[in-house]
């Protein structure tokens, strides 16, 4: 566990959000070509843990920034706008940080905080093959009687796994339970094998990695099956970072395409504007996609903030909205003494009091079954037509109306 090295300790969310800008801007130079020719990003990496992001979710009593969700997810997404495959590879580790508070001693929080701090940061081993479902762990996990574990077998699709120096994973314990384990990539034993082959995102480092009689500490596994004993919004979080992946990947979507349009492309045979870039019907197309996009952002921002709000109070859902928990499941709110319930009762149902009922009227009283109904709009020019097409200054000059 030697060469640790010195990294900044960023301060908050506001220079978190500052130093992803400017990182994402250097890594979106030559991302195309990474992926095309499939060039693993190491060096991308290493300055990724040099650059002090990948501590930013590290607890604030032990020294991290311990960033809100909210910030998670726009970091994420503003590094998977610069190189998609380089904003993947960190999610797997943001998530095994919050394992590690959510289910890690105090000791062990705060050796793997310094680990993080010091830019040692982890990827995942945790998918097997043949298993019933994705939570079955097959993969050897043998407590030893001087209070070691023996680890054997195979993971797949290690996102990270060639960049980092500890690799976690998931096993069943004796008992069955699921715990996490943490395994230092260069132990005896261990083998990441660069077998990843996809289409899009090719260079996540995704392959194989095998355990070949491995044995670690019993202090590097972490009971994370106590975390499900109790109310949490330990999954949404990791779903919350894969959507921040996917709102950078869009953000890149139409900067690489507006650049393509401006650059590249000719205008339509029908259309009279000089180039394709001030043609109204793309102008229009990419202002539409690019509200989108506006929309998506918000979405991310609203789940962060309830991820965060769930978090200081994990009760809170369960006392809004009137329903309590107690013997016989849940049931409705108590009104107010004194308080009188207004209920509306249609023909032919009950009242409320047991056995009776108000009888139906009879077919004449019966309202007509068709009554009429207004006359649908009449709209000579369709809706979409009428309004001036939104901007999209922001993806570049040109794609603006003139």
Known sequence: MTGVRA????????????????????????????????????????????????????????????VAARTMGELMATLSAGDASVGQIPQNHYFFVQVLTEAAGEEQQAFFAAEVLAGRHFGNALSERGTRTVRDFAIGFEPLPGGDVRIDGTKYYAT????????????????????????????????VVDDWVGMGQRTTGSGTVRFDQVVIPARWVVPIWTVFERPEVFGAFGNYLHAGIDLGIADAALRDGGELIRTLSRPRPESEAPTAAEDPLVIHGFGELALQVRAARALLHDAGDAIDAARRDPHRGQRRGGLHRGRGGPRRRRHRRGERVQRRVRPGRHTGRRGRAEPAPALAQRPHPHPARPAPRQDPVPRRLRAEPPAAAQYGPGLTRH
């Open 160 to 191: 990270g796994s060639p960049f980092a120096p500890w690799i976690p994973i998931y096993a069943n314990d004796p008992d069955g339970r699921i715990v996490a384990a943490w395994v230092p990539a260069d132990a005896p034993g261990v083998t």
């Open 7 to 66: 990294v900044p300790v960023l301060a908050d969310a506001e220079e978190t959000l500052a130093v992803a800008a400017e990182f994402a801007t250097g890594l979106a130079t030559g991302d195309s070509e990474r992926d095309a020719n499939r060039v693993l990003p190491h060096t991308e990496i290493a300055a990724l843990a040099a650059s002090g992001l990948l501590g930013v979710n590290v607890p604030a009593r032990f020294g991290g920034a311990d």
